[in-house]
């Protein structure tokens, strides 16, 4: 049997924000729609499911993104994920330069949760708390090549 990671879904409080953020860091988005109907109640296991959606791909194309803003029912806020709780952990990305990635990130008022941390001079990381309070880790290679 095959199997492929096809992407990553987040549902967040403000779509619009969300994917300010991450088309600032690089990513692109490859579409969006509003879902609601029969399908998506079973897909998803909520009656009444409707949302707006984005998918968003990283330059590479490898990794993509997709967002949910629940128009219905009513999105349920939680306390943002901390870095030992158990579940969906963080997302993580591989950025050419840490200290431009963390300027664009600041412009949305995202900051790293502590510092920047060096992993044995392979590399430069940190993690910072995005939009909807995701966890998103930036990493640099430091040793490139």
Known sequence: MGIKLENVGIAVRDIEA?????????????????????????????????????????????????????????????EPTLPNEIGMHRVAFSVDNLDEALAIAARHGCHPLRGVATYEDVYKLTYVRGPSGILVMLAEELKKG
């Open 18 to 78: 969300t994917i300010a953020f991450f088309t600032d860091l690089g990513l692109t988005v490859l579409g969006r729609d509003t879902v609601r109907g029969e399908w998506t109640d079973t897909a998803v296991g909520l009656d009444g499911n409707h949302a707006k959606i984005a998918m968003l791909q990283t330059p590479d194309g490898q990794g993509r993104l997709e967002l949910f803003e629940y128009l219905h029912p009513d999105a349920i806020e939680t």
